[in-house]
Every structure is written in structure tokens, then in C-alpha cells.
């Protein structure tokens, strides 16, 4: 153990005490006594610079748009990015300039495609873009280029028109064939309509002069043009009595079929055995009138039904179509002094040839 000197030993008691009582006194002076309760209440207030009214937390935390942004916005030139970093819980309407971006990070991102281009501030497009002119610049820029580009712009725009041309023309030869495509498909139609629909329906004009003569017994019957039953068919004419005929005179219209001599009836099936339906149309949307004759091959009907020898057979049918006075009341069978009559032949007997 190291002895020390009395001298320093002195000095070392001595100073410890005054190290204390230095920072006691130091602590004092930093310290202030607390004030008493009257004396604050007759201190006046001192004024602060803290706004009245409570201040929203949630508005110092909200990121602010700047003026700046504001019009980089209206002009189409701030970024979707740096729309949404800045308000990521804020619903965009984007304007049109942004719905179509080319930038390849943002595109990514945001998953947009688009051809349109977005041009700096102040610059515009050629108004030939629409030729082809894929310039852009400034205004003053386009205008020289608009000046100085005469035959470049009258070229694209005559390349545009010989293309419109050509095109015009391709859509032309498409109308013509497509007009002869329905041409063929109506001579079809009509093929198969008298193939298996009706195969006839007779329109009879000036029925109230027709009927006159009738009653008169000056024609007492009408000849309907000759028609076929169907394809490589039966040639058929049909005949109408107005005034009727035999014990349906001045009662009945009478209806009769008569089998003409045709190019077919050498391959044809006799005696004629197919059944034929007449209408009567009401051409007023009411029902119509419906009789069906059924020829019926006995011996004693051969010369109606058997194969014409002349030009064509007697006829047979119905006496009783349809009543005179229903025919002629106005209920809508004739109209406008004309009437129409459908006549179907059943070739369902009719074997295949």
C-alpha cells in the first residue's frame, strides 16, 4: 500500500467537500422555486401563437397536393404513380391523356396498353396524322413543318385515297357476289316452294264483275293458269264457279280440278290419286275456309283421274267451297274486289322417282 504524504492527504479531504458544495449550489441556482397560486392569477396571460380551435391530427398526417401537382394534373402530365403515392386512398377520374400510357414502367404496373402518345407541354400533333404524318413538336415547329411539307402531306393523303379506293372496291365485288348468292338462293327458294309447300294460290280480280257474269250465265266459270302438283308432277288447272253450279246454283261458290296433259305423264303414277286442299284466305286476320277433295280410283272415275288423252281431262270437285252470301258480306274473303284462293296437293302417295 503506497503511503500518502500528510500534506496531500490534506489536500484531498479538503477538496471533495468543496466539489459537493460547488455543484449543491449549482443545482440551487438552476432550480426556481414553484410559484404560488395567487401570483399566477395575477400574472396576465401571456399570448402564444397556437391557433384557436382544435387541430385535426388527421390533417397534419394527410399528404398535400400542391399547386404544382394540381396542374400537372389538369395538363395530363402527372404521372398515375404520382397521383397515387401522393393520395393513395384517393378515388381518380383520370382525363383521356392518362387512360392510354406508353411509359413502360407504369404500363406495367398498372397493367394499361394503349397506342395514343402523350406529348410534352406545349407540343402538338400534325393535323395529317390522320394520313399517316407521325410529326409532333411545337406549335411553331408543326406550323413550319405544315409549310414546308406540302407534297409530303398531298402524297400520304393520295396514298390514303388510292388505299380507300382499293378497299372500295373489294367491298363492291363483295356486294356483287352477295347479291348473286340471294338471287340463287331465291330461284332455290321458290324451287322448293313448289316443292313442298302450296302449290298454288290464285288471286281473282274484279270478283263482283266475275261473279255478274256468272249469274248472268254469261261465263259461269273462272280458269286459274295451269300449275304443277310438284316437281316432274302433275299438270293441274283449277276452276271456280262464282254463281255455283249443279245443286249449289245461287247457294255455293263451287270449286273444280281438272288434270291437263303435261311433259311428265309418261313417268307419272295412274290413276291420279292425290289429295287437294282449297282455302278460301280471309284476308282480314278471321278463320279462313278449308275443303279437301279426295279423288277416289274406281273404273267409273277413270276418265276424270286416269292420263289425259287430250289436252285435258273433264273436271271434278267441290260444289260446296263456300257459302255465296259469306263470300260476298264483307267478311273479309274479298277485299278490295279481290279474293284468293290456295290450292295444296298432297304427293304423299306420289312414289319417288
Known amino acids: 500500500m503506497t503511503a500518502v504524504a500528510p500534506a496531500e492527504a490534506k489536500a484531498l479531504v479538503h477538496d471533495r467537500p468543496a466539489k459537493l458544495i460547488e455543484v449543491k449550489r449549482r443545482s440551487e441556482r438552476s432550480v426556481s422555486p414553484a ?14 401563437l397556437t391557433p384557436v380551435g382544435t387541430i385535426d391530427r388527421n390533417l397534419l398526417e394527410k399528404k398535400v397536393v400542391t399547386p404544382l401537382d394540381e396542374k400537372k394534373k389538369e395538363d395530363g402530365r402527372l404521372s398515375v404513380l404520382d397521383i397515387k403515392e401522393r ?3 384517393a378515388t381518380l377520374a383520370l382525363p383521356k391523356s392518362l387512360e392510354m400510357v406508353k411509359d413502360d414502367e407504369i404500363a406495367e404496373k398498372l397493367n394499361l396498353k394503349g397506342e395514343e402518345k402523350v406529348l410534352p407541354e406545349g407540343h402538338i400533333e400534325c393535323p395529317f396524322k390522320l394520313f ?12 413550319k413543318h405544315i409549310r414546308d411539307g406540302k407534297m409530303l402531306h398531298l402524297s400520304q393523303m393520295c396514298d390514303n385515297v388510292l ?6 372496291q373489294v367491298e363492291i365485288n363483295k356486294a356483287s357476289c352477295y347479291l348473286a348468292l340471294d338471287e340463287e338462293l331465291k330461284r332455290r327458294t321458290n324451287a322448293n316452294d313448289k316443292l313442298y309447300s302450296c302449290q298454288m294460290i290464285w288471286r281473282i280480280d274484279n270478283y263482283s264483275t266475275q261473279y255478274k257474269k256468272a249469274r248472268d250465265a254469261k261465263k259461269s266459270l273462272l280458269f286459274s ?3 304443277y302438283s310438284h316437281c316432274n308432277g302433275y299438270k293441274l ?7 255455283g253450279d249443279g245443286e249449289s246454283l245461287r247457294e255455293y261458290v263451287s270449286v273444280f280440278i281438272s288434270i291437263a296433259r303435261g311433259d311428265n305423264d309418261a313417268m307419272l303414277g295412274w290413276p291420279f290419286r292425290c289429295p287437294i286442299t282449297f282455302t278460301v284466305l280471309n284476308q282480314k286476320g278471321h278463320e279462313n275456309v278449308t275443303q279437301t277433295l279426295i279423288p277416289k280410283p274406281l273404273p267409273e272415275n277413270e276418265p276424270f283421274l286416269g292420263r289425259p288423252s287430250a289436252d285435258r281431262n273433264p273436271a271434278f270437285g267441290l260444289q ?12 273479309g274473303f274479298v277485299v278490295h274486289d279481290t279474293c284468293f284462293i290456295k290450292i295444296d296437293v298432297n304427293i304423299a302417295e306420289v312414289s319417288a322417282f
Open 132 to 143: 399517316g404524318c407521325p410529326y409532333s413538336g411545337r406549335i411553331v415547329d408543326v406550323q
Open 87 to 89: 393520395e393513395p386512398n
Open 237 to 243: 288447272v283449277c276452276m271456280l264457279a262464282p254463281y
Open 225 to 227: 293458269r295451269p300449275f
Open 35 to 48: 410559484p404560488q397560486i395567487s401570483s399566477i392569477l395575477d400574472t396576465p396571460p401571456e399570448r402564444t
Open 320 to 331: 260446296r267451297l263456300i257459302k255465296m252470301d259469306e263470300m260476298r258480306n264483307g267478311k
Open 163 to 168: 388505299t380507300l379506293q382499293r378497299e372500295v
